[in-house]
């Protein structure tokens, strides 16, 4: 397997909507997935999303993103076909690097409570589960 993780730009959305999906993870491509929202977040110096591909194929992808805080490791996907071969780690190296270069931050990730692959994979990197925090949010509206 001929392996390489780059930046992803919007050239790449429809390969990143078939990863997700492929993957499993829901999205919501009215709202915050849309291309246009994908565009707005990838245009920020603060965000990157990455690709890892296989032989010129995307087959994994995961966002970095810093909100001058803390560091957060976001919609990490792998093709089914590529699992059990440490990829996502690879693209979380890459998530930490991106993120390390804003200081010396801490590095986050929610997931879903009924997402064992996810949190078996960073609790293999060293991440550690808070199981007292509750995730909270307020949306404008229910694609957000």
């Known amino acids: 397997m001929a392996r390489e993780?780059?930046?992803?730009?919007?050239?790449?959305?429809d390969d990143i909507i078939r990863v997700w999906s492929d993957a499993g993870l829901p999205f919501k491509p009215n709202g915050r997935e849309s291309r246009a929202m994908v565009a707005a977040e990838m245009s920020r110096a603060f965000c990157r999303y990455y690709?890892?591909?296989d032989n010129g194929r995307l087959i994994g992808v995961s966002i970095a993103?810093?909100?001058?805080r803390r560091g957060w490791i976001n919609r990490l996907a792998i093709d089914p076909?590529?699992?059990?071969?440490?990829?996502?780690h690879e693209l979380m190296t890459a998530c930490?690097?991106?993120l390390h270069?804003?200081?010396?931050?801490?590095?986050?990730?929610?997931?879903?409570?009924?997402?064992?692959?996810?949190?078996?994979c960073f609790d293999n990197k060293g991440y550690?589960?808070?199981?007292?925090?509750?995730?909270?949010?307020?949306?404008?509206?229910?694609?957000l």
Do not use: Q
């Open 65 to 68: 993103n810093y909100d001058g």
């Open 128 to 143: 550690v589960c808070m199981r007292e925090i509750t995730y909270w949010s307020k949306r404008d509206r229910p694609d």
């Open 101 to 120: 270069t804003f200081g010396e931050i801490l590095v986050c990730a929610l997931i879903e409570e009924d997402n064992t692959p996810s949190m078996a």
């Open 5 to 13: 993780i780059k930046a992803l730009t919007i050239e790449h959305y």
């Open 51 to 53: 690709g890892l591909f």
């Open 81 to 88: 076909d590529y699992r059990g071969r440490g990829l996502a």
């Open 96 to 98: 930490e690097d991106f």
